[in-house]
């Protein structure tokens, strides 16, 4: 490859960029053309259009990572995208995957890796680093699980919780009996396979029903 492959890198750690701005400052491969602390600062790029390859943390103070890659991807089908994290929980991986991510790499893993995984992804490769290969290599169905959507009542009750709302104004609010305001929500906590209002409302933030 003759061309310097551009590379952009989101991490809310600096000492991550900083560690691979210096990795790479020897590179005829790679060029670092920007860097972010917090995910959405990219979409306010100029230089957006010019970015090959972008090394995503899961993780930011702004926005997931996983919901970034797809807003990224649909906006910039072309440029290449890798999930990059300390963790490798297969869920996160295939979430990754699935919002359109060409990999997924440990942040562990050797730089020669990184380097083997960024130019197989320019050729169209869905890539791996080897500890998360080993981890997802034995797939389960329940990874590509798809969130159940509330029904327009539950959204209408998970919105009001979100608010702050007892289950008394709930009631009043949408006109309903206190005892169908909790089987609502009794629906909800089953459907969504959680134990308590705090772990519903995660949910349903982290998967923006709200």
Same mark, same amino acid.
């Given at each position: 490859?003759?061309?310097l492959?551009?590379?952009?890198?989101i991490?809310?750690?600096?000492?991550?960029?900083?560690?691979?701005?210096?990795?790479?400052?020897?590179?005829?491969?790679?060029?670092?053309?920007?860097?972010?602390?917090?995910?959405?600062?990219?979409?306010?790029?100029?230089?957006?259009?010019?970015?090959?390859?972008l090394?995503?943390?899961?993780?930011?103070?702004?926005?997931?990572?996983?919901?970034l890659?797809?807003?990224?991807?649909?906006?910039?089908?072309?440029?290449?995208?890798?999930?990059?994290?300390?963790?490798?929980?297969?869920?996160?991986?295939?979430?990754?995957?699935?919002?359109?991510?060409?990999?997924?790499?440990?942040?562990?893993?050797?730089?020669?890796?990184?380097?083997?995984?960024? &130019? /197989?992804? !320019? +050729?169209?490769?869905?890539?791996?680093?080897?500890?998360? =290969?080993? @981890?997802i290599?034995?797939?389960d169905? #329940?990874?590509?699980?798809?969130?159940?959507?509330?029904?327009?009542? &539950? /959204?209408e !009750? +998970?919105?009001?919780i979100?608010?702050?709302?007892?289950? =008394?104004? @709930?009631?009043?609010?949408l006109?309903? #009996?206190?005892?169908?305001?909790?089987?609502?929500?009794k629906?909800?906590?089953?459907?969504?396979?959680?134990?308590?209002?705090?772990?519903?409302?995660?949910?349903?933030?982290?998967?923006?029903?709200l």
């Amino acid at each position: 490859m003759s061309k310097l492959i551009n590379l952009a890198i989101i991490d809310d750690h600096p000492i991550v960029i900083e560690g691979f701005s210096i990795l790479l400052a020897d590179s005829n491969k790679f060029k670092i053309v920007a860097s972010f602390n917090k995910g959405l600062e990219i979409l306010e790029y100029e230089g957006i259009n010019n970015i090959d390859v972008l090394l995503l943390d899961v993780f930011l103070p702004d926005i997931n990572g996983i919901d970034l890659c797809k807003i990224i991807k649909h906006k910039f089908p072309n440029m290449i995208v890798l999930g990059m994290s300390s963790q490798s929980e297969r869920t996160l991986v295939m979430q990754f995957i699935q919002n359109g991510a060409n990999g997924y790499l440990l942040k562990t893993a050797p730089l020669k890796e990184f380097y083997d995984c960024i &130019e /197989k992804a !320019i +050729l169209g490769e869905i890539v791996f680093s080897s500890e998360v =290969k080993a @981890i997802i290599s034995k797939p389960d169905i #329940s990874d590509f699980k798809k969130l159940p959507s509330p029904t327009k009542r &539950e /959204k209408e !009750i +998970l919105l009001l919780i979100a608010a702050g709302k007892s289950t =008394k104004e @709930i009631a009043e609010l949408l006109f309903l #009996s206190s005892l169908t305001v909790q089987n609502h929500r009794k629906n909800m906590f089953n459907k969504f396979e959680v134990k308590n209002v705090a772990q519903l409302l995660n949910i349903a933030q982290k998967n923006r029903l709200l």
